[in-house]
């Protein structure tokens, strides 16, 4: 994460659908139960892969990408239309945009400047992903496309002071775009009128044999870092980094995500310790063994937080039709640690007026 002063990036409302540039697609895709119209932006480069996103949470509700034989798959897991986002989407957050603060907060409160900030416990005594409801995963955001060697969106949402109970107005900024390599990137901004605490994420689940073809757990994990956030209860973090040497969660060499079941009966939920420096680095690299997919994570942010979806249901169908059962997919969150407003020795995530939040994520896909 950093905080810069100066420069905001800005966005304007949706533009209408002619003048989107040829390698984007806009299309209507519904109206919310508010009435709030929302769009489909399909973003596609010259070797045939798509990324889908919609202005409701700022979602992307698919990637399709090639395996080693050139056949494309959607891998990623999402609902089918947007009813299905506004019923069940609260559960999972799928694809969405993540705040104001991703991760968990403990005692859904913290203090700013000696004031106290509280906040809306939906996790226990905790807040998780900003506590109230709705968080930016299910806000309509404005959209424009970009215009550029790469199909892009940029997406705009104004949270006023004292949504979810953070203080400040704060202005956000998200760009996808997808690159000639088959990379999604994303680049978050933002600024603030009062000092706050945000934290972003895309809260994407993949799986890189086919949305809805079953477990990923044969799927293999590798993560060049050597140490991990201990978690206490409630996963909130103790503030100790851990090494990953003698644990299940060594995935210093590629291993099976079936290793993480050995950690939890529910696998993994963890956060991982990348370099403070702001610069990209890998983050993590997944791959699947059937179909030769592989996608890198780089990121500028401080952790990888991965999850391997213990807690799905079977409750709810997705896009494909099939229920989404447990280990049905790994998330990739790239962001700061849960509870950094009670952790100084942590990364900062405090915003100020003045200062310029950015950070960036890319999902890099090949096969081989």
Request: hydrophobic fraction near 35%.
């Amino acid at each position: 994460m950093r905080f810069l002063t100066g420069l905001m990036l800005t966005a304007v409302a949706a533009a209408p659908v002619a003048a989107a540039p040829k390698s984007v697609e806009v299309r209507p895709y519904g109206t919310t139960k508010a009435g709030q119209p929302v769009r489909e932006y399909i973003l596609r480069n010259p070797h045939g892969a798509e990324v889908h996103i919609i202005s409701y949470g700022g979602i992307v509700t698919q990637i399709d990408v090639p395996d080693r034989r050139g056949h494309r798959a959607n891998v990623a897991l999402g609902f089918g239309n947007l009813a299905d986002y506004e019923a069940h989407n609260q559960d999972y957050r799928f694809g969405a945009i993540i705040g104001r603060y991703a991760g968990r907060i403990a005692g859904a409160r913290f203090t700013v400047d000696g004031k106290e900030v509280k906040l809306v416990a939906n996790d226990g005594p905790n807040a998780l992903h900003g506590g109230a409801i709705p968080g930016f995963d299910s806000k309509v955001w404005n959209v424009e496309p970009l215009r550029g060697r790469a199909p892009g969106v940029m997406l705009r949402y104004t949270s006023p002071d004292g949504e979810q109970g953070f203080p400040g107005s704060l202005k956000v900024t998200v760009k996808y775009r997808l690159q000639t390599d088959d990379s999604l990137r994303i680049d978050y901004s933002a600024t603030t009128s009062a000092p706050t605490q945000i934290n972003f994420t895309n809260h994407s689940y993949f799986n890189l044999a086919g949305a809805g073809s079953g477990t990923v757990l044969d799927q293999t994990l590798q993560v060049p870092s050597s140490r991990f956030a201990e978690g206490g209860d409630g996963g909130i973090p103790t503030g100790r980094f851990l090494p990953v040497a003698g644990t299940t969660l060594d995935f210093r060499s590629p291993r099976p995500l079936r290793q993480c079941l050995k950690m939890a009966e529910k696998g993994c939920n963890h956060s991982w310790v990348l370099p403070f420096d702001r610069k990209l680095h890998l983050a993590a690299r997944v791959a699947d063994p059937r179909s030769g997919r592989v996608m890198e994570v780089l990121t500028t942010e401080p952790s990888i937080h991965i999850y391997t979806a213990g807690y799905m249901s079977g409750n709810d169908k997705g896009a494909q039709g099939g229920a989404y059962r447990s280990f049905d997919a790994v998330a990739l969150e790239a962001q700061h640690f849960q509870d950094t407003p009670h952790r100084p020795e942590f990364p900062t995530t405090l915003l100020r007026p003045g200062g310029t939040y950015r950070a960036t994520t890319i999902y890099r896909f090949s096969a081989r």
